[in-house]
């Protein structure tokens, strides 16, 4: 007794097996976490380094390489990038995605350690943090207002949200963006300090003396204790104003006298505005196994609550949720999985127009779809779009087995045999066939367990979910769906009602003339087979031709309500020079329709980089898409001067919101000199192809700097070390922190500076003073000599070479890959010696998921190839069955052409996908005509006959996938760029491939097939 058989004589038995199979999933589907993406990423270590006063070079040789070196042989690298700036070296370890976070920091640790005795002795130990996987803000709100200061918001930010967000349950920290820290700021008068014979360290010694938090103890008897509490600290700007910082002939002499005192700000480098008004930027980050949607819920409440304890005039404003985004995404493909549910419904109704025999494969949806979390909680995979992408996709894949096995039982009650009979003969017939189509499309994913790119991992989450939904319905069709045959469907002599029965008719006689044509043209092709070949010649060249001309890309733009600029002023220029061009653009930009507010941070990573967000009404309230947004705004900039304006989209899958689609790399071991001027040649190159746009270049000779050269035997004989001289330009010209002060609960900085008139001009230098041995006050001139030169910005490693990054956007018209690929063919065309190319980000992982999804696609046909041929033991039969590929990627390549989409990471999969579902049909029909042999028929009568026995399944199959799919292909909102293009590929490639299928793979079967066939290379049963 085979298993279907024990299934239909003991129902209850195949019921508990599928009641089973939804509790496990039930149970599991509420512990499974909720995400954006699966959780895929490359762990990052940045190392932080303070050599303050140290050039950019000087950092470089001294800093950045030794420790480079010693972080070369750290298990599980990727890459290493750094730069060096003046006072600072900033190193980032990108790990391989299998490197654990914690590891690979402790790791890093240890290896610091060995070198920091060969670091200089005034190099401060290096800072080590962990970029984690999610630190894009779960939610962003700002707070802004017309009546106070970015001073006075930095401190309302902190003592009415932050506080409050952070202890919210699932969050991991709150971040703040340009804000304005509170500093208590003495501005040097450099002539007034000459005038009184004094210096700077005069002035840093008595705050330092006069300002300070001592416990002066207590009193004590036999019975009591007091404590005394000596108020030595200040916290006023008339306190510090009244310092002395000496006396000399009677005369007091005090800061007031030398320097202007008041209450203003740690940095005006840096600075937050929305719609030109001051503001501060708050993220709140989630904890990895936080529920987005939750927390977002819980933050926005918590807002709700601080909002009316704000003073007056603050307002708040949400300008990004993620867990909105994350939400609307869900509920869009939630709706796609109802829809795809009833389409369903609809083709299998139609063509068996009974409501129980619609039934039958209908049960096998919730239960697929509910049991596959058993798989994903198994496997520790989330729910995220990527799972519930797979979910709607296999709405259509899932009935497909059970459709197959109730039409052939269906065929025999209608030859007139019992449902029971006909259940127990149907599903013998065709329970290698199942087991065959369902193991077919579940080995078609397994290349992508070896996918060692992050893009790669993302998927496997997609095709597992996919897979694992695909075996249980298989699973279903061979036990519960013979069961409810049997018991479920009538004799084909029952009665039927006259208006039903006509339009019963009428349907059953459409289907029938649609066979009756079809096995007419089929067996016309078996007679021509060259026809037949031609077809496939034209599929093979036609599908090459499309692939080639689609535009290529890692993942296609979704519309998530953001366009970002980069704004980048000349070399030497602050945020004063950046204000007065940027709010103007402000203004214009918020007139474009559908732009919400701006939201610009000046001073990003050095005083002349501004980053804005646009961000734009929700995308239900708009009636323009992102895209035409996008182009509009770069329009706008384009008639703007005075800075360099680079726009770009929110990268995809995840990865860093500023990420530009094309970063190459150019290393070089020539000088730094020498890599400028190779990538100069670049850029040029890259500005000329035509393929690229807003291309900026990091490396640039232009950033203008004094350098100081002392004279130590003059410095040696007036008694004046170098440290001083040092000391001295750094706090008038840099600003010092000297001490700290109290307002509040906290503590801020204390910082000594010259006035913004005495430190304009190069030439101010010269008039700094210092004392000498004897007293006597000797001009800084007269010690050091100063040169003004040209220098770069910041120097770049990767992979221990020097490097220069260019970025770029691909021109209307070209996908990520097409313009990569031509602006790296001209580049090599240049023959630069010692260059050496690389790429980060979106042009990195494009490369390397674009050459792996190929080898996953070619190791896919072979897995599929391999199991084809244990299943039929047959070297040849498996041919005939993969040769129906080419006419599904025709279909589904016609398709991305026709409505305007690329070839992506999200198409490429569909294709995966599109090879194992094509593939069910050529087994369908090679299964069926190797039996027809088996009975004695000939095989071109053999080729017939299956053809024309298996053109109602394949059609109701085809029928219900492409239905099934057609929600993913129209689909609209959040995340509906990604589910379009994968729903294309399977309407099309199915739509179209089932067709040539049809009428080639009769033929191919005729000709590739053995001319004998031995019965115990057919299996009959299970």
């Known amino acids: 007794m085979f298993f279907s058989e024990l299934c239909i004589k003991r129902p209850v038995f195949a019921t508990v097996l599928s009641l089973i199979v939804i509790m496990l999933g039930g149970v599991s589907m ?114 802004k207002s017309s009546r106070h200061t970015q001073e006075e918001l930095y401190d309302i930010g902190r003592d009415y949200v932050i506080d409050r967000l952070q202890i919210i349950d699932g969050v991991s920290d709150v971040s703040m963006y340009g804000g304005r820290e509170p500093a208590m700021r003495i501005w040097i008068d450099r002539q007034a300090l000459i005038g009184y014979q004094l210096t700077v360290q005069d002035v840093e010694a008595a705050i330092r003396r006069e300002n300070v938090d001592i416990p002066a103890g207590r009193i004590e008897n036999f019975s009591t204790e007091i404590t005394i509490f000596s108020k030595t600290s200040l916290n006023r700007p008339e306190q510090f104003e009244d310092i002395v910082v000496t006396k000399r002939d009677g005369v007091i002499i005090r800061i007031k006298d030398v320097a202007r005192v008041e209450l203003g700000s740690s940095d005006t480098r840096s600075f937050i505005m929305i719609d030109n008004l001051p503001a501060l930027g708050m993220g709140v980050r989630a904890q990895s196994v936080a529920n987005p949607l939750q927390l977002s819920d819980a933050v926005l409440k918590e807002l709700d609550a601080i909002r009316k304890v704000l003073p007056e005039g603050v307002t708040l404003e949400v300008t990004s949720n993620l867990g909105e985004t994350i939400r609307d995404s869900i509920d869009n493909v939630y709706s796609a999985l109802i829809e795809a549910i009833v389409l369903v419904v609809l083709v299998i109704f139609v063509f068996l127009r009974s409501v129980r025999a619609t039934l039958i494969p209908l049960v096998t949806i919730p239960i697929s779809i509910i049991g596959v979390h058993a798989f994903m909680f198994w496997w520790g995979f989330s729910m995220n779009t990527l799972t519930l992408l797979a979910m709607v996709l296999g709405i259509g894949i899932v009935v497909d087995d059970a459709i197959v096995v109730l039409e052939n039982i269906y065929r025999h009650i209608e030859e007139g045999k019992t449902p029971r009979e006909a259940a127990i003969i149907g599903a013998k017939e065709i329970f290698f066939a199942i087991i065959a189509m369902t193991l077919t499309l579940a080995a078609v994913y397994a290349p992508l367990g ?57 349907i059953e006689a459409w289907i029938t003339w649609w066979a009756e044509g079809y096995a007419r043209i089929g067996g016309w092709f078996i007679d021509h087979r060259f026809m037949a070949l031609g077809l496939m010649l034209f599929a093979i060249l036609g599908a090459a031709y499309m692939v080639f001309e689609l535009p290529k890309e890692l993942a296609p733009y979704e519309d998530n309500d953001r366009v970002m600029i980069m704004a980048i002023g000349p070399e030497g220029s602050n945020i004063n020079y950046a204000e007065k061009y940027l709010k103007n653009l402000t203004n214009e930009l918020n007139e474009i329709p559908g732009v919400r507010l701006v939201f610009a941070i000046y001073g990003v990573t050095n005083v002349n980089f501004h980053r804005f967000t646009v961000l734009l009404d929700p995308i239900k309230e708009r009636e323009v898409s992102q895209e035409d947004v996008y182009k509009q705004i770069r329009e706008v900039v384009k008639r703007h001067t005075g800075l360099i304006y680079l726009v770009s989209q929110m990268a995809p899958l995840g990865q860093s919101r500023n990420a530009r689609p094309i970063h190459i790399v150019l290393r070089s071991s020539a000088d730094i000199e020498g890599l400028a001027e190779k990538a100069d040649q670049v850029v040029d190159v890259m500005n000329k192809s035509g393929v690229v746009n807003a291309v900026n270049l990091d490396l640039k000779l232009n950033k203008p700097q004094v350098e100081i050269f002392y004279n130590r035997a003059m410095m040696a004989d007036a008694g004046v070390p170098v440290e001083t001289v040092s000391r001295t330009l750094e706090t008038l010209f840099g600003g010092r922190v000297v001490t700290e002060f109290q307002r509040g609960t906290r503590k801020y900085d204390v910082l000594v500076q010259t006035e913004l008139g005495d430190r304009m001009d190069p030439r101010d230098i010269d008039e700094v003073y210092l004392r000498a041995d004897d007293g006597s006050f000797i001009a800084i001139q007269d010690i050091v000599t100063q040169r003004e030169t040209i220098v770069p910005r910041e120097i770049t490693h990767f992979n221990k070479l020097r490097a220069a990054q260019i970025t770029a956007v691909p021109a209307d018209g070209y996908g990520l890959g097409d313009a990569l690929s031509k602006v790296v063919s001209d580049i090599q065309a240049l ?192």
């Open 30 to 143: 509420e512990r499974l976490s909720l995400r954006e993406y699966p959780f895929v990423t490359k762990p990052t270590v940045n190392i932080s380094t303070v050599y303050i006063g140290a050039s950019a070079d000087i950092v470089e040789t001294q800093v950045t390489t030794p420790i480079e070196e010693v972080l070369a042989g750290t298990e599980g690298i990727d890459y290493i990038s750094s730069q060096s700036r003046p006072g600072l070296s900033q190193i980032n370890v990108t790990f391989k995605s299998d490197q654990d976070i914690e590891d690979a920091a402790s790791n890093v640790r240890d290896r610091l350690a060995r070198v920091q005795r060969r670091l200089p002795r005034e190099v401060l130990p290096p800072t080590v943090y962990k970029q984690e996987a999610d630190s894009m803000p779960i939610v962003l709100v700002v707070a």
């Open 450 to 506: 070896f996918a060692e790119g992050d893009t790669g991992k993302l998927f496997i989450e997609f095709a597992l979910t996919l897979a694992g939904a695909v075996l249980i319905s298989g699973f279903v069709a061979i036990s519960l769906t013979p069961m409810m045959c049997a018991h479920l469907l009538k004799a084909h002599n029952a009665a039927k009602t006259s208006l039903w029965s006509s339009l019963s008719e009428k």
């Open 831 to 1022: 023959n630069i010696d010692d260059l050496e190319i690389d790429y980060i980000g979106q042009s990195r992982e494009y490369v390397t998921a674009g050459n792996e999804i190929y080898v996953t696609m070619l190791l896919s046909l072979m897995f599929i190839y391999l199991v084809l041929a244990a299943q039929f033991e047959s070297f040849r039969d498996p041919i005939i069955i993969l040769l129906s590929s080419p006419f599904a990627i025709f279909g589904a390549s016609l398709l991305l052409l026709i409505f305007g989409k690329s070839i992506s990471i999200y198409s490429q999969i569909g294709m995966i996908t599109l090879v194992g579902l094509i593939s069910k049909h050529g087994i369908m029909l090679v299964d069926t005509a190797n039996r027809l042999r088996l009975q004695g028929v000939s095989k071109a009568d053999a080729a017939k006959q299956a053809s024309l026995q298996r053109f109602r399944p394949i059609l109701m199959t085809t029928g219900a996938m492409v239905l099934g799919s057609l929600p993913l292909a129209l689909a609209t909102g959040a995340g509906a760029a990604s589910r379009s293009q994968i729903g294309w590929v399977v309407v099309g490639g199915l739509a179209i491939g089932t067709i040539f299928t049809l009428l080639v793979t009769p033929v191919l079967y005729t000709m590739i097939s053995k001319e004998t066939l031995k019965p115990d290379t057919v299996v009959t049963g299970g």
